[in-house]
């Protein structure tokens, strides 16, 4: 997902998609531990989609106090 993508959805739809994403980097990282995981690139894409959902909702809340000061 690319950050234009990211920056169309609502805060909250992305929040529930970080969230998504934080479980899928969870559970590749337990079958990264058993042995099951055979595409280890994915565990990075997840990493990258969840710093960019992170870096948005930042910019966004420091849009908020921005506009509050």
Same mark, same amino acid.
């Given at each position: 997902?690319?950050?234009? @993508?990211?920056? @169309? ?5 992305? &929040? ?7 479980? @899928?980097? *969870? ?14 690139? &994915? *565990? $990075?894409?997840?990493? $990258? $989609?969840? /710093?960019? *959902?992170?870096t ?6 420091? /849009?908020? $106090? *921005? @506009?509050?000061e």
């Amino acid at each position: 997902m690319k950050a234009s @993508e990211i920056r @169309e959805l609502s805060t909250e739809a992305i &929040r529930n998609r970080l969230n998504d994403s934080k479980e @899928e980097l *969870m559970r590749l990282r337990f079958q990264q531990a058993t042995g099951e995981l055979t595409d280890h690139s &994915r *565990m $990075r894409q997840v990493r $990258r $989609r969840i /710093a960019r *959902m992170l870096t948005i909702l930042n910019e966004r809340e420091q /849009a908020v $106090r *921005m @506009e509050g000061e």
